[in-house]
């Protein structure tokens, strides 16, 4: 059974990190790349970061770009989003998805299995 397990989240100052982890199950890691969505309270599902199958490659949404940083470790079917100098709007339910591809030239129609999320509270 594919299963994809979201942890870390919690309640940050603004200006502090959080390490949010993905937890794969049921699938090798390795053949998928890894996409982090969030989703802040009234707003729409936003594409945060994408790490392709072997961490060779990686994008960032422009909001997070230089904040945060995603990787990957194979061999502990995990995959990271570090998330430094937050503020109030990085606020949201963070997600992890599968992509159908190794690569991240993917679109949000491209994942196949679901996180359930992760809470990122960003408030002093």
């Known amino acids: 059974q594919v299963q994809l397990v979201e942890s870390g989240g919690g309640l940050v100052q603004p200006g502090g990190s959080l390490r949010l982890s993905c937890a794969a199950s049921g699938f090798a890691l390795v053949y998928y790349a890894i996409v982090w969505f969030r989703q802040a309270p009234g707003k729409e599902r936003e594409w945060v970061s994408c790490?392709?199958?072997?961490?060779?490659?990686?994008n960032y949404a422009d909001s997070v770009k230089g904040r945060f940083t995603i990787s990957r470790d194979n061999a502990k079917n995990t995959v990271y989003l570090q998330m430094n100098s937050l503020n109030p709007k990085d606020t949201a339910v963070y997600y992890c998805?599968?992509?159908?591809?190794?690569?991240?030239?993917?679109?949000?129609?491209?994942?196949?299995?679901w996180g359930k999320g992760a809470l990122v509270t960003v408030s002093s």
């Open positions: 790490i392709s199958s072997t961490g060779s490659s990686t």
């Open positions: 998805a599968r992509g159908r591809r190794s690569l991240c030239d993917l679109s949000d129609r491209d994942m196949d299995y």
